[in-house]
């Protein structure tokens, strides 16, 4: 089955720097890569995803670039502000996988 | 509602009594998935319903826990003789057509077992 490595597990920085989640995964007929923002107390939101005939999406100040060769993708976050601390899912499946694999999950703290 | 709904949204209880946990997907989506989330920790996956199709059981982790879809609504989990290790917030979510797009979570249930 597909197998999901999400790094770091935890990511501090200073507010208005960039940060940088990824993940890789093994299966290679994955083809939809969605990202998941999970605030305390709530459950996890989907923020962006991407499939797998693109190689990058960009929403305002997030981003998430794929590596379908080297079976990686990755979250970017611009210009970071304390409301974006959270922990963020990324997961990976197929069309008709069943159900979807998520990582383990980065804690990002933004400092102000 | 446009979401999903979970319901009750804490709910604390003595060992080894049943449990049963609510969950109304958003209307007209197809998949339905239960996942456990143990303090600081992931997400485990426990029971998935797609349509009509018999469900993926393949996460429950004993037979004191089952599950139940009336047609493409309502879900239940049902815990019979908690434990304390079972103590975690239980996320339910959507989705439409399956797999191919992404979920829509519940704010799930909290249940403490003391």
């Known amino acids: 089955g597909e197998n999901v490595e999400q790094h770091p597990s935890t990511l501090s920085v200073q507010e208005g720097d960039s940060a940088v989640i990824k993940c890789t995964y093994s299966d290679s007929a994955s083809n939809y890569f969605p990202w998941y923002k999970q605030e305390l107390g709530k459950g996890p939101q989907l923020i962006i995803d991407?499939?797998?005939?693109?190689g990058e999406k960009k929403d305002q100040r997030i981003a998430v670039t794929l590596n379908k060769t080297a079976k990686h993708f990755s979250l970017h976050i611009t210009e970071t502000q304390p409301e974006d601390s959270a922990v963020y899912f990324c997961a990976a499946t197929y069309t008709n996988a069943g159900k979807s694999t998520f990582g383990d999950g980065t804690t990002l703290t933004v400092k102000p | 509602g446009a979401g999903v709904s979970q319901s009750p949204s804490n709910k604390v209880t003595e060992k080894g009594k049943d449990v049963e946990l609510r969950c109304d997907p958003i209307s007209g989506h197809t998949a339905l998935y239960w996942y456990r989330q143990r303090l600081g920790q992931g997400l485990e996956f426990l029971i998935y319903f797609q349509g009509n199709s018999a469900p993926d059981k393949s996460g429950l982790p004993s037979d004191r826990f089952s599950a139940e879809r009336t047609g493409e609504s309502v879900s239940t989990l049902t815990i019979q003789r908690t434990q304390q290790e079972d103590s975690a917030v239980y996320l339910c979510?959507?989705?439409?057509?399956?797999?191919?797009?992404?979920?829509?979570f519940g704010s799930g249930t909290r249940l403490t077992v003391v």
């Open positions: 991407i499939r797998s005939n693109v």
């Open positions: 979510a959507s989705s439409s057509a399956g797999t191919a797009y992404g979920y829509t």
